[in-house]
């Protein structure tokens, strides 16, 4: 059922509420010439859902959102200006949040219930409000991809393009720290 295509682009996530899976699911083809779609999989009932029917093209990095109904990914089209869609565990409609022509959009997920965060290359990260699509972004960061986390209210990532360190974010003060030195983690590997 788990297939990777040659690209290496795949995900696997589970529910909030620990019931279903997420996953990418390469065929049709080979490497670049491959369809990408993403399916669900009932846990208890190993019962396999495909809910993106992406011709040929490629549905990356699904994210579920924390109220368990919606999800968001992006769609490759191969012209470099991926969009965010979001849709839900049933894949009963698919919407265009991004919808533009211009920017390439990629690494959805969740900063909560009402609002996405993502990358809008080249690498400025946004937030979203998936209802009315009202964008922000964020100042101070400049990477491809970061992660947050609700608990803390931080986020984290890579600063690629100085010395590979891992950062940490602060939202409400705007703080960066850095918790791995990156030149000196070279080294070690």
């Given amino acids: 059922v788990f297939k ?50 992406s011709g040929k093209d490629k549905s990356y990095d699904p994210n579920w959102c924390p109220d ?18 979001l849709t839900d565990i ?24 009402q609002t996405i965060l993502y990358t809008q290359s080249p690498e400025t990260i946004m937030l979203m409000n998936v209802n009315n699509r009202t964008r922000k972004k964020i100042e101070g960061i400049n990477s491809e991809h970061v992660k947050y986390n609700s608990a803390p209210g931080k986020l984290v990532y890579v600063n690629s393009e100085t010395d590979n360190n891992v950062v940490l974010y602060d939202l409400k003060t705007k703080k960066q720290t850095i918790l791995l030195d990156g030149t000196k983690m070279i080294g070690i590997y």
Avoid: M
Avoid at 68 to 85: A, P, R
């Fill in 68 to 85: 368990n109904k919606k999800i968001v990914y992006y769609l490759e089209k191969g012209g470099g200006h991926d969009q965010i869609w």
């Fill in 4 to 53: 990777t295509d040659t690209s290496r682009k795949n995900s696997l996530e589970w529910s909030p509420d620990g019931k279903n899976l997420l996953y990418n699911i390469s065929h049709g083809g080979q490497g670049q010439q491959a369809t990408i779609d993403i399916c669900v999989l009932n846990i208890a009932t190993k019962q396999v859902r495909q809910i993106t029917q």
């Fill in 90 to 113: 049933n894949g009963s409609f698919h919407i265009n949040l991004t919808n533009d022509t211009i920017t390439h959009n990629y690494f959805a997920s969740w900063f909560d219930d």
